[in-house]
């Protein structure tokens, strides 16, 4: 199957601090990932949709200039969290579409937890 | 976006039986996949069925889509299957929506 990598697994930072989270696709390019993120005991939500050499697009209710999206080429995509607060602490996940045009199937990568002190 | 309900929330089971998930959904899909979370968060693709069935050693699933449900079956439970069992559709958009889970947790 496709694989997907992120990086850091987890990153531990001080309120008020950005932190970037970066998404690879390791063996495809994936023009279009996507951003999601996890509660503890809850369920995914998708946050963003990353665009590669154009604006990410953002669901309903999150705050663009909090999250930016970069998808600076066609295996990397990167979602930093500006002025982080610990209400932003949380699992957050991407995943790309392996053959967009030929099937929906979506990999995920394994997740970077974020804590803010 | 597509509604997805999962049932059972909870599901314990005794090593060796069998057990069937539930996955309704609202809207047509071109997408429907099952995933199991690991503890570490991990989510394994365990289905990639919008429609029809596949059997992967224990595992199964069936997707009705013309009545929007998708079943996964279980078979011969083993404490590994213990987790967050996750059904996902989507549109033509590649967006995926989540259900909220069925945590299983098999007792040896």
């Known amino acids: 199957g496709a694989v997907v990598s992120q990086h850091p697994s987890w990153v531990i930072c001080k309120s008020g601090t950005s932190v970037k989270i970066e998404c690879r696709s390791l063996?495809?390019?994936?023009?279009?990932m996507f951003w999601y993120r996890q509660f503890p005991k809850q369920s995914l939500m998708l946050m963003a949709t990353s665009n590669e050499g154009s604006k990410a697009t953002y669901e309903q209710g999150v705050e663009k200039d909090k999250f930016l999206i970069n998808h600076a080429s066609l295996t990397l995509s990167t979602l930093t969290v500006t002025s982080a607060h610990p209400e932003d602490s949380s699992f957050y996940i991407c995943?790309?579409?392996?053959?967009?045009?030929?099937?929906?199937?979506?990999?995920f990568g394994p997740g970077t937890r974020l804590t803010v002190t | 976006g597509i509604q997805v309900e999962q049932s059972p929330p909870d599901l314990i089971l005794q090593e060796g039986a069998n057990s069937t998930l539930r996955c309704n959904f609202s809207?047509?899909?071109?997408?429907l996949q099952w995933f199991h979370q690991n503890p570490w968060g991990q989510l394994i693709n365990l289905f990639y069925i919008p429609s029809g069935t596949k059997q992967n050693g224990r595992l199964s699933a069936t997707t009705v889509a013309t009545e929007r449900y998708s079943l996964l079956y279980i078979s011969s439970s083993q404490t590994t299957d213990s987790g967050v069992y996750f059904c996902a559709v989507g549109g033509n958009d590649y967006k995926l929506s989540f259900g909220a889970g069925t945590t299983v947790t098999v007792r040896a």
């Open positions: 063996d495809f390019q994936a023009t279009t």
């Open positions: 995943s790309a579409p392996k053959e967009p045009g030929r099937g929906f199937e979506q990999y």
């Open positions: 809207d047509s899909v071109n997408n």
